[in-house]
Structures are given as structure tokens and as C-alpha cells.
């Protein structure tokens, strides 16, 4: 009696902090606004370490208002890990959709590159993978750099191939060659 008290006692603890564990995974939840992420923000292509940046900006160059920028922080991760390098390219301001990663200047000068989540009359909403919660700033015709287009990482991540799956499953995603 003594030992299946202390085994439920035990499972009763192992499932709590389980689930706390769960809980407190920071990020985005919303599987729609997953989805709209997945299916317009382009995964990192694989190149070797130290090359990321250089590998961009050879491709930035070719391309019309294109810029290389290099990722650093961890708002984006899993999606893009610190160390991608991505291609920004400029585009209309009214062709934002949800799910795009843009790159904007917040109030402080410091460039940041966060997914869309939404609209309001005074802006974008964004939002890193990993935040908790949307930014305080929105993203606005005279702070919008552009719309990161490619990107080039060392390291792969499963988190896109794993919530493409996953929503795939649930009719939430259709898949293509984007995983």
C-alpha cells in the first residue's frame, strides 16, 4: 500500500512538472499564426560555419534593393538561430501579410527582424518565435526596412520540419518543398 502511494505520489510529480515545463516554453502558440509563419518566412539554407554572412551578401548583391544583415538574439529561435544571415529585400509597405519576418528600426535605432502576427490601424503587430508576447512598437511605413527573403544558417533546426508536420496532419498547412 505504502509503495503504490509513493509511486502515485511520484507519477503525480513527474506529470507536474512535465506540464509546468510545457507552460513555460516561450513563443508563439497560435498554430494559425504558426502556419502563416511556416508558410511565408523562408528556412535557413544550410552552408558551412563562417560563411553565412559572406554567402548573403554575394547573393544581396544580385538582387534588387537587397541587403545582408546578420542575426544575432534568440527572439527568432528555433526558426533562425543566433548567427543566420539573412536577405533583406525592400517591398511595399501594403504587401505585408501575416506570417512574413520583417526587419523594422524600433524607437531605439536597433534593427529588429520578428514575424508578423497581425494588423492595427497604426501598424503591423510582430513578434518573436520564441517571445512570449507581440512587440510594444509596431512596425510602420517610416520605420519598415524589408522582408527577409533568405536566409543562410550552420546549423539546422527541427522546429520548422516538426511544426510543418504537425500542422500538416491537422489541415492547417499544406506542404510543399518548404519544410
Known amino acids: 500500500m505504502k509503495n503504490d502511494r ?4 511520484l507519477l503525480l510529480t513527474t506529470l507536474v512538472v512535465a506540464g509546468s515545463a510545457l507552460v513555460a516554453q516561450a513563443g508563439i502558440k497560435s498554430e494559425r499564426v504558426l502556419a502563416a509563419i511556416i508558410e511565408r518566412t523562408p528556412a535557413p539554407r544550410l552552408v558551412a560555419e563562417g560563411t553565412q554572412l559572406k554567402t548573403a551578401e554575394a547573393i544581396a548583391a544580385t538582387l534588387p534593393h537587397a541587403k545582408a544583415l546578420w542575426g544575432i538574439g534568440g527572439s527568432m529561435e528555433p526558426l533562425y538561430a ?4 539573412v536577405i533583406v ?7 505585408i501579410k501575416k506570417g512574413m519576418t ?3 528600426i524600433k524607437s531605439n535605432g536597433h534593427r529588429v527582424a520578428h514575424s508578423v502576427v497581425g494588423e492595427t490601424r497604426g501598424g503591423y503587430l510582430v513578434q518573436g518565435v520564441n517571445n512570449d508576447e507581440e512587440d510594444a512598437e509596431l512596425v510602420t511605413a517610416d520605420n519598415f526596412v ?3 527573403t533568405q536566409a543562410f544558417a550552420s546549423a539546422d ?7 510543418t508536420k504537425r ?3 491537422k489541415g492547417k498547412i499544406h506542404t510543399g518543398d518548404r519544410t
Open 6 to 9: 509513493r509511486t502515485a505520489r
Open 82 to 85: 543566433t548567427n543566420t544571415a
Open 89 to 95: 529585400q525592400e517591398i511595399n509597405y501594403d504587401d
Open 102 to 104: 520583417v526587419v523594422y
Open 146 to 148: 524589408g522582408v527577409i
Open 157 to 163: 533546426s527541427t522546429f520548422r520540419a516538426e511544426t
Open 167 to 169: 500542422l500538416a496532419a
